[in-house]
């Protein structure tokens, strides 16, 4: 049974629910139950869950990465971080989706150069994985490495059509770059794919006061130009 199919999870828990009582030594049933629960945002149930995969095979990287899964979408930072950390340090060294996690963790933290550090690790073991590219990209963003993260965010904005969060990333980046232009037109793409988004129409409303405001300061110079060569 494939977990959720057609957006199913509330069934498919049902079912892994009813599976694992009647299969109790089974981890891989745990592992699932607490990946359908983290997909319902459920983290607390998920972490109910893992906790018993781990506890029925406490080497497994994957149980150990659902249990700090849920704990992160639980806001426990510190303890997710050690669980991470040792499975790619003790277990899986290349456990990318751990990476990713700690990544977003440390982000979370606003630890920005730690996480570049982990994202470019994936990239490395995983060049193609747009997750980590995207993140590597709005880690560079909030160290203020704009041209760095220019370059990634329009990678990632070419290579994910459809990509709202994507897209945003890059107007974000856009705008602090002093692009405004190009800012503006992925605010615009961003309400075409999302209406309802607060967010991205407030940033095109304020990109749109800027532009009025560098409008009237570009008027302002001419007309000092002007009058200054008309004295002459």
Request: charged share 30%.
């Amino acid at each position: 049974m494939e977990i959720g199919r057609g957006g199913e999870f509330p069934e498919s828990r049902v079912c892994f629910e009813r599976y694992v009582e009647l299969m109790p030594a089974d981890g891989h049933g745990f592992q699932i139950l607490a990946e359908v629960n983290a997909r319902m945002s459920d983290f607390r149930a998920s972490l109910s869950a893992a906790e018993k995969a781990v506890s029925l095979a406490p080497d497994s990287a994957e149980a150990l990465f659902l249990q700090a899964s849920a704990l992160l979408g639980l806001h426990e930072y510190r303890e997710a971080r050690e669980i991470f950390t040792h499975i790619i340090t003790d277990i899986d060294p290349g456990h990318v989706n751990s990476m990713v996690n700690l990544g977003s963790l440390l982000g979370n933290l606003n630890d920005h150069a730690e996480a570049v550090a982990v994202y470019r690790r994936v990239l490395e073991i995983q060049p193609g994985l747009w997750q980590a590219k995207h993140n590597l990209g709005t880690s560079y963003h909030s160290l203020k490495r704009f041209s760095e993260a220019r370059t990634l965010l329009e990678e990632v904005y070419r290579d994910v059509p459809g990509c709202f969060e994507c897209v945003m990333s890059l107007a974000n980046t856009l705008r602090e770059a002093k692009d405004l232009s190009a800012s503006k037109d992925m605010y615009e793409e961003a309400l075409s794919m999302n209406a309802a988004s607060r967010e991205a129409a407030v940033r095109r409303r304020m990109q749109e006061e800027m532009d009025k405001v560098r409008e009237e300061a570009e008027r302002m110079v001419e007309e000092a130009k002007m009058a200054a060569a008309a004295e002459v």
